[in-house]
């Protein structure tokens, strides 16, 4: 990724994460999974720390949950409420410890004691005591600033209104999550199904929108629970280890958590957090992951905290849930590229805080292997993906083994799996062979057509497409430049949905893009295995489509010198190569193209800077580069006009060694190749 796309990105990231946490926070109503979100957070840490000139003022490893709501009062932290970083592994569990060790400079020789416990799936909730009474009580918020929610908190019963005994700080602030158990929200459900409302999601949204009522009266009939386990704001010392400050809450009054645990080493905290995801089904209550603390306080204190999270502590999370349910039937979609893709139709069931009713199958040699079929009771899992998978079969039903159609079950034409002519191996996807006279393949493929990365038509959406499709108005991508002309007889102006102003805008847009870049129109086409980045490298290599159409009609010949050059293109492969031949090779492909190019003008590549010593220079980088990354030697190369090549050939002007080069460096001193260490090279470039 560039710098100008990472900065992009990072900004995209930022008000992703943004908008997501306003509606966990503020809402209740989370729209990503644990596990999505997650990954978002991972995507921006790991750009941060690529670019770390390019963090931004409102970079979300700065900031903790969301602005709190207008519908309360405010109450501002005295000590800030931050997040905690996250272990997804075991190995990430070592790395905490490693970094701890290092940190506090303390060898493998020396105890080191953390705490362990259940990472509570609930909203996080702090409360002020002064001279032992609840004097106030607020969300979490941004981190500094929560929501007073004080008339709410003190309706639960395991939240003390007085401190038990007469030994206390004088101010105490006791921080923890507020909960719902499973058995009292099936209860809840219960009464919002007898009542004809809506069922809530999952526990988690479940306690959030309770707490969060103005009639503190709602939320005392919700039987919410509230766990402790740490602390903010302390006018004296609880104790001077985490377990024992967390005993010291259960003394006053508190509800702890009875699966909180000391361990020496990370082999027993991991130990205990698989021991925990074992029984995770039979506490009752729901949580996603462990939490790992240093346990000497003092240590705490000199470990500090770095952005939001503190050094001494970090969430092990569980990985996606799992659950168990019934396959009620097996459909086919037939995608883009022709590609037939079973999908499991599933009794409906809830999986880490998503109600799922479809799982992919991916393909027919994948059911073989699961054995399975409809009516079997699988394991499903919900990794981050769009649709789940089936892991495996719990109970088969008997049934008959299910096979994949081998016809198209949208327009009955061939489907058939590829076979690699070098290497003889099929390929695990059975394809439509209709091309674009399947109406699914169609669809898709003019839906990727005016995607955002394509054509970009403002107004063109997936709905739009299917509407023109059905209607039998468009069925080529030229189709859509014609709209406008044929529109005394289309009337769009009058569709449901439509009037003159949206009708004239869309027509407006789809004239914007008469003229469109070589590398945006090549992967508008849908060509398989041809992404953004191989359009880009073949865009920059031939300039001009026209000269591009020129040389793949001759590169269909195995072994001409077209097919050659088109290979020499350093990050096109085989795949592509045979994607681009076999595409341009078909009539009705060729007559697309045609016709779409009497509509709209494809503007030519820039060519690179003339005034470099290597512009139109072929070179090829081989060995381990010490001074710069490949992606970048290769970047800079073709900044300055080189063509980069993969392999050494007589047309080949410069190879630059690196430490390790072995075939390449041998033959390009056989073809007398001018040979470059990685310094020369920077001299010759400048």
């Known amino acids: 990724m560039s710098e100008a796309e990472a900065k992009k990105r990072l900004a995209a990231l930022a008000m992703e994460i943004k908008a997501a946490d306003a509606l966990y926070y503020q809402d209740d109503a989370p729209i990503l999974t644990d596990a999505e979100y997650d990954a978002l957070r991972q995507e921006n840490v790991a750009l941060e720390q690529a670019y770390p000139h390019l963090i931004r003022k409102d970079s979300p490893s700065k900031s903790v949950g969301a602005k709190p709501s207008s519908k309360f009062g405010k109450i501002t932290h005295v000590v800030p409420m931050l997040s905690l970083d996250n272990a997804f592994s075991d190995s990430d569990v070592q790395d905490f410890v490693d970094r701890v060790r290092k940190f506090l400079r303390i060898d493998h020789s020396q105890t080191l004691i953390f705490t362990a416990e259940p990472k509570i799936d609930g909203l996080s909730a702090a409360l002020r005591y002064e001279h032992g009474k609840l004097v106030s009580g607020a969300t979490r918020g941004d981190g500094r600033v929560g929501e007073d929610v004080t008339a709410n908190l003190a309706t639960l019963d395991t939240i003390p209104k007085t ?13 923890g999550e507020v909960y719902i158990d499973h058995a009292d929200f099936a209860d809840m ?3 919002q199904e007898k009542a004809g409302k809506p069922a809530y999601k999952n526990p988690r949204n479940a306690a959030a929108g309770s707490l969060r009522q103005i009639d503190p009266a709602i939320t005392a009939d919700r039987n919410l629970k509230f766990f402790a386990y740490t ?13 024992g400050a967390v005993e010291r809450l259960k003394a006053l ?71 168990i349910t019934q396959i009620e039937a097996i459909d086919v979609q037939v995608g883009r590229t022709g ?6 139709r599933l009794s409906p069931i809830t999986v880490g805080g998503v109600l799922v009713s479809n799982a992919t199958l991916h393909n027919e040699d994948e059911i073989l292997r699961l054995g399975v079929k409809p009516l ?20 088969d039903s008997g049934g008959a083994v299910y096979t994949l159609p081998k016809k198209c079950p949208v327009c009955g034409a061939n489907a058939e799996r590829d076979v690699d002519e070098k290497t003889g191996r099929t390929d695990v996807v059975r394809r439509c062979t209709n091309g674009l006279s399947c109406q699914a393949q169609l669809i898709e493929g003019l839906k990727h057509f005016v ?9 063109m959406g997936a709905k739009q497409i299917e509407g023109f499709i059905h209607k039998d108005l468009i069925k080529e991508p030229a189709d859509i430049f014609t709209l406008e002309s044929r529109n005394a007889d289309i009337q769009l102006e009058t569709w449901d949905g439509w009037g003159q102003t949206s009708a004239s805008n869309l ?13 945006r129109f090549l992967y508008a086409l849908g060509i398989r295995h041809i992404g953004r980045g191989n359009a880009n490298l073949i865009a920059n290599h031939y300039l001009e489509f026209e000269k591009f159409r020129t040389h793949i009609d001759l590169a269909s010949e195995i072994g001409s010198p077209a097919r050659k050059d088109l290979m020499d293109i350093d990050g096109v492969g085989p795949g592509q190569v045979e994607a681009l031949t076999r595409f341009f090779s078909e009539a009705e492909n060729r007559k697309i193209v045609d016709n779409l190019l009497a509509q709209i003008d494809v503007i030519p590549a820039i060519p690179p800077s003339s005034e470099s010593v290597v512009s139109g220079k072929t070179v090829v980088f081989t060995g381990k580069l010490e001074l710069f990354s490949r992606d970048e030697a290769k970047a800079r190369a073709q900044a300055l006009g080189a063509k980069v090549s993969g392999s050494v050939s007589s047309k080949t002007d410069y190879l630059v060694a690196g430490p390790g080069a072995g075939s390449k460096l041998k033959k390009a001193a056989e073809l007398g190749v001018e040979t470059l260490s990685e310094q020369e090279w920077l001299v010759l470039i400048g």
């Open 163 to 175: 401190l038990k005994g007469s030994e206390f700080p004088e101010v105490l602030e006791v921080r």
């Open 189 to 191: 459900n219960a009464k």
């Open 231 to 243: 602390w903010g704001d302390l006018s004296a010392p609880l104790s001077d280890t985490q377990m």
């Open 253 to 323: 009054g508190f509800c702890i958590n009875s699966e909180m645990k000391c361990h020496g080493t990370a082999q027993e905290m991991i130990a205990h957090y698989h021991a925990i995801e074992t029984k995770r089904s039979e506490l009752g209550y729901d949580i996603d992951g462990v939490v790992y603390k240093v346990n000497d306080l003092a240590l705490q204190e000199r470990l500090g905290f770095v952005s939001r999270a503190p050094r001494w502590a970090t969430a092990h999370k569980f990985p996606a849930e799992k659950a």
């Open 339 to 344: 590609a037939l893709t079973p999908v499991a």
């Open 376 to 395: 079997d009771i699988v394991e499903i899992q919900r990794a981050g993906d769009v649709i789940p998978q089936v892991l495996r079969v719990v109970k």
């Open 451 to 459: 995607s955002r990365r394509a054509f970009d038509i403002d107004g």
């Open 507 to 519: 027509f407006a847009a789809i004239n914007e893009r008469r003229k469109l870049d070589f590398d």
